[in-house]
């Protein structure tokens, strides 16, 4: 099979090579061809990057610990980990991704204002209906929004992917219980929104627009 | 395979950063990490009885008051202590009661009743062959010495001080309807003849209920006397929780120490994503570490080193820390069968029987 465009080969890279971890991510990001970004960019693109990605990688991490973390011995200090591990990736990734792409960076802080916005809503709806929350449950829900926002896409599919796998599993395995299935639920979600960080990075790399065409041979198992 | 190098090298380039950040993490955030998580240990602590708590105030010295070393806990705590009425204790002897030789069985059942959804009557008639006919408790051919540990027990009484509504008053449990009379705990205990050891964790609802005002909390029934009275506020997360510890003895001598304890579900949004959903975690630490405690006291090595009280994280789980047998039971409120705090306990609790791995949310 011949391979005969950058962009299929592009394509195909990340379809094929991309961590499994990044799985539910890389769903958001159609396999278009890859953008040759010139996208003028500066140091504060790279540090709003860099502030934006760090903290969505870890309200994202934090999340995706929460219920995993809790089968665990070390629980809330493995939460700890997660999400410092999220910060970690989504530091690099976001400062890369400033660093190529700075309309990227303005989208994620849009997305990241409009999370604050809805998830600030549903903590207000929560506080009205629950006794025991209050003032400062309403603003940790828009910090909460405000961190899946800034990587609206690939957090909302990967939740939708965890979801489904979660359920499948709750379905098949019955020693898995339902609060493990939403457990998977955010996990994908965690996966998908830092991933997606990652994967807009590598996406809005410049290409040289004079590159050479073409041709490679690649042997597909079926 | 231009591009294939290319973004071959991109990722590598980012592998590269993420390791040198990585390495930062490594030296700056794993020790963070690890401090913060130490400090959430609770270290329990035997509160005085002259606090601004009714309860503690009329039985400081009956029982054996404990809670965490945190003040901020500690100022939540008494708000809510101010809503209720104070403990309730009756281990006067009732003629029906069997001693608990050595060898003979005990059951012990753990039973969250919900205020007064739970039949309790109906429970200890039907599954523990004790007949509670008003003062003249009867039991049956199958009776033998039991303890109960129940969670949302309640009572009715007027020594329930009156309240404002505020945060520290929870609303009235909505109890499923249920044919039978709705007997609070105290009156249960009176009618079967039975031991109690009661202590109100908070306010049954601000209103007047059945004309009568009302408080809920954890308590032990028993068949046997009970002794060695201990309560412990677990540290604050959504609601105060007090569980309960009493012990009861064989006619040799030997005891059993039993506990009813009772976690929260969920803390608030807020609580949840600071602390990392560490409530029953915290609140089962908190637990622990007031038996060890209790322990320590009783063997006089309060002023033991910190290496004696790193239970129960101490990693020798085979070296046990109870001077006397104890049994801990009740609603743990776990989301799901495998949680940090369950594993605690069976660090803790080594000789406990295995789980039997059912899930709790699916039907049967």
Known sequence: MLLSTTSA???????????????????????????????????????????????????LGTLGGLIPCSQTYAGSQCVR????????????????????????????????????????????????SVQRFGWGDVVAGGLIGAGIGASAKGAIIGLGAGSLLGLALYWTIPSFDLPNAVGVALMGMTVGGIGSWVVKGVEAEPVDPTGQPLIVSVTLPF | MIAVTKIGRDRLAISHRVSLVSKAFIVVAIPLAVATGCAMKHEMEPLA????????????????????????????LDRWCQTVGPPAIDSTAAAHRAAWSPGDSIVVATWNTHGGAGDLLGFIEAELDLSCDEGKPSPGADYAPFVLLIQEAFRRSDIVPRAEPGPAIRPKLKEKPRPGDRIDIVHIARRCGLSLFYV??????????DSGREDRGNAILSTLRLSDFIAIELPFEAQRRVA??????????????????????????????????????????????????????????????????????????????????????????????????????YRAFPQSPSRDGKSSDRPS
């Open chain 1, 9 to 59: 080969l592009n394509a195909y890279t990340r379809r094929t090579s991309l961590p499994v971890l990044f799985i539910a991510g890389a769903l958001c990001l159609q396999a278009g061809p890859a953008r040759a970004q010139q996208s003028q960019t500066s140091d504060g693109a790279k540090l709003a990057g860099g502030a934006l990605g760090l903290y969505s990688g870890a309200v």
């Open chain 1, 81 to 128: 980990v997660t999400g410092a591990a999220g910060a970690v990736v989504g530091l690099a990734a976001g400062i890369h991704l400033g660093g190529v792409d700075e309309d990227a960076v303005s989208n994620s802080a849009r997305g990241a204002t409009y999370g604050f916005l809805i998830g600030s809503a549903a903590g207000f709806a929560l506080k009205e």
């Open chain 2, 49 to 76: 009885a002259n606090r601004a708590c009714p309860g503690r105030e009329s039985a400081g010295a009956v029982i054996g008051w404990y809670g965490p070393d945190k003040e901020k806990d500690i100022e939540t």
């Open chain 2, 200 to 209: 109100p964790s908070m306010r049954n609802g601000i209103d007047e209920y």
């Open chain 2, 244 to 345: 309960v510890a009493a012990t009861v003895h064989t006619t040799d001598g030997d005891s059993l120490r039993v506990v009813s304890a009772h976690f929260d579900v969920a803390s608030s949004l807020l609580r949840l994503l600071s602390t990392g959903n560490s409530t029953r975690e915290r609140q089962g630490a908190g637990l622990l570490d007031a038996l060890a405690e209790v322990e320590l006291m009783r063997a006089g090595l309060s002023d033991t080193s910190a290496t004696a009280r790193c239970y129960p994280w101490c990693d020798d789980s085979s070296t046990p820390r109870f001077f006397i047998s104890t049994l801990v039971g009740g609603d743990f409120n776990t989301w799901s069968a495998n949680e940090t705090v369950i594993k605690h306990f």
